[in-house]
């Protein structure tokens, strides 16, 4: 996961971040799939929210993207 620096934080739009409060930046799948880890401990409205804009920005990341297919693949041999 590529690193932020504060300034490209600052200046990364509203529709970049999947919490309340600019709390988890998504420019990209690797933090997209960060955030759909770290919502996990969150309550159940909030992890809704987080995971929404996730599959928003990135729809093939949990849910029966290539890492689902992957597993299917190698249980049937």
């Known amino acids: 996961m590529a690193k932020l620096s504060s300034r490209q934080r600052k200046r990364m739009p509203k529709s970049e ?3 309340p409060d ?3 930046p998504i ?3 690797s933090h ?3 955030a759909l880890a ?3 401990s969150k309550p159940p409205a909030e992890k809704a929210r987080i995971d ?3 599959h ?3 729809p093939s990341i949990g849910k029966g993207g290539k890492k689902t297919a ?3 693949s190698r249980s049937r041999a």
């Open 52 to 54: 929404a804009a996730v």
């Open 17 to 19: 971040f999947a919490g």
């Open 56 to 58: 928003r920005k990135f």
């Open 70 to 72: 992957r597993r299917r």
């Open 27 to 29: 420019p990209d799948a």
């Open 32 to 34: 997209g799939r960060n």
């Open 22 to 24: 600019r709390s988890f």
């Open 38 to 40: 770290r919502a996990a």
